[in-house]
Structures are given as structure tokens and as C-alpha cells.
Nanobody, 128 residues
């Protein structure tokens, strides 16, 4: 059974770093394209970051580029999102998503519809 469980969320101050982790079970992250999305209060869910099946390609939303870094640990079967320089506008529920066995090894996927499996989210609150 495929399962994604996010962790690492919490309450931080503006400028602080935070690292989110997504533990995967029932599949291997190195065989999948992975993504992070977020949904802020009163907002629609939006793309944050994605990494390709190969691990060699990644992409970010303009709003987080240069501050967030997506990575994966094949040994632990996890995907992480390192968030630096957090801002109040980063406050949101953060979701991990998986696209199993993508045909293209190097593509990153930035749309919700590309992902079939989702975690339940972890809340990040940034106080200013």
C-alpha cells in the first residue's frame, strides 16, 4: 500500500529555517517523480518544488526559488524540503506527492494532476 507521511512542520519565526520530510512506503522514491505543494489559508493548493525520477532535475515555484531545496534520500526512502529564509507568506499546509514510474526519467511535474499519491500534509506557520 502506497503511503506518504509528511513531518517537520511547526511554528517558526520569519527568517528561520525548517526542514520537511516525506516518508514513503509501498514504493521506491528513486523510481518516482516527487513533488511538494502547499495550501495557505484561504488559498488554492500551489506547486512548491519537484524532483525528477533520476534525481538530476528539480524545479521550484518562483516564490521559493533560492530559498527552498528539494532532495531525496534513497537509503531512507524519503524526500525532503529544506526551507530557508522563511517568510510569513510561506505559512501553509505542505503536501508531499508522488508520481510512480514516470516514463520520462528527467522530467519534473509541476501540476497537481500529474500526481496520483498524496500525503495528508504538515502545517508550517511563520510568524512575523
Amino acid at each position: 500500500q502506497v503511503q506518504l507521511v509528511e513531518s517537520g512542520g511547526g511554528l517558526v519565526q520569519a527568517g528561520d529555517p525548517l526542514r520537511l520530510s516525506c516518508a514513503a512506503s509501498g514504493f521506491i522514491v528513486s523510481s518516482s517523480a516527487m513533488g511538494w505543494f502547499r495550501q495557505g489559508p484561504g488559498k488554492e493548493r500551489e506547486f512548491v518544488a519537484a524532483i525528477s525520477k533520476s534525481g538530476g532535475s528539480s524545479d521550484y515555484a518562483d516564490s521559493v526559488k533560492g530559498r527552498f531545496t528539494i532532495s531525496r534520500d534513497s537509503a531512507k526512502n524519503t524526500v525532503s524540503l529544506q526551507m530557508n529564509g522563511l517568510k510569513a507568506e510561506d505559512t501553509a499546509d505542505y503536501y508531499c506527492a508522488a508520481k510512480l514510474f514516470p516514463i520520462d526519467t528527467w522530467s519534473v511535474f509541476k501540476t497537481e494532476g500529474a500526481y496520483y499519491y498524496w500525503g495528508r500534509g504538515t502545517q508550517v506557520t511563520v510568524s512575523s
